[in-house]
């Protein structure tokens, strides 16, 4: 499975982002989708997942502003990001999972400026 993520860039404090990630190779085995970011000399962190039930799962720190979506006629996924906020400037990452294996696309850049 291959992921390509794309829909990052530049946003004042307060505004929105969608971020794509297209999935190709496989993907009608992916049984969850889920976002991740990392921001500079921290951690990769969990953003929000839908699982293979339908089930969506998202961090608290992002709850009533983020959501995740799949389109899945068109094979991509979505992370709409709204209320940006400075300290969420990261590389953010799709990732899905086909059995127990995970796959990574490349990481997009959202950078909030104040």
């Known amino acids: 499975v291959q992921l390509q993520a794309s829909g990052g860039g530049l946003v004042q404090a307060g505004g929105s982002l969608r971020l794509s990630c297209v999935a190709s190779?496989?993907?009608?085995?992916?049984?969850?989708i889920a976002w991740y970011r990392q921001a500079p000399g921290k951690s990769r962190e969990f953003i929000g997942d839908?699982?293979?039930?339908?089930?969506?799962t998202l961090a608290d720190s992002v709850k009533g502003r983020f959501s995740i979506f799949r389109d899945v006629a068109r094979n991509t996924m979505y992370l709409q990001m709204n209320s940006l906020k400075p300290e969420e400037t990261a590389i953010y990452y799709c990732?899905?999972?086909?059995?127990?294996?995970?796959?990574w696309g490349q990481g997009t850049q959202v950078t909030v400026s104040s």
């Open positions: 839908i699982a293979s039930g339908g089930t969506t």
């Open positions: 190779g496989g993907s009608d085995s992916i049984n969850r």
């Open positions: 990732n899905v999972f086909v059995g127990n294996r995970p796959y």
